[in-house]
Nanobody, 116 residues
Framework: QVQLVESGGGVVQPGGSLRLSCAAS????????MGWYRQAAGNEREMVAR???????NYADSVKGRFTISRDNSANTLYLQMNSLKPEDTAVYYC??????????WGQGTQVTVSS
């Protein structure tokens, strides 16, 4: 089992920045990929960014060049640095992890609102 707890959401003006954190605990050594997903009201959940255990990353086209995913293995923490935020980035952001058995784990979500 893997437990994930997000933090760092909030309200920010367009063009601003936020950093999300996801603290992981439990069977961390079994995790092969971690990522951030988001779900805006009325929309399906979508992948924002992912990072593998060997630090390969990929991003949704809508956030490339603005968001950066990283992980601190010593602190068992995943980050998402979000710059140049737009109103369309408003959503609930979820931390995700998948392990060697392809089990998926999710955090409880953190709200990000971009508004003037």
């Amino acid at each position: 089992q893997v437990q994930l707890v997000e933090s760092g959401g909030g309200v920010v003006q367009p063009g601003g920045s936020l950093r999300l954190s996801c603290a992981a605990s439990g069977s961390i050594l079994s995790v092969v990929v971690m990522g951030w997903y988001r779900q805006a009201a009325g929309n399906e959940r979508e992948m924002v960014a992912r990072i593998t255990s060997d630090r390969r990353t990929n991003y949704a086209d809508s956030v490339k060049g603005r968001f950066t995913i990283s992980r601190d293995n010593s602190a068992n923490t995943l980050y998402l640095q979000m710059n140049s935020l737009k109103p369309e980035d408003t959503a609930v952001y979820y931390c995700h992890a998948a392990d060697l058995r392809a089990f998926n784990y999710w955090g409880q979500g953190t709200q990000v609102t971009v508004s003037s």
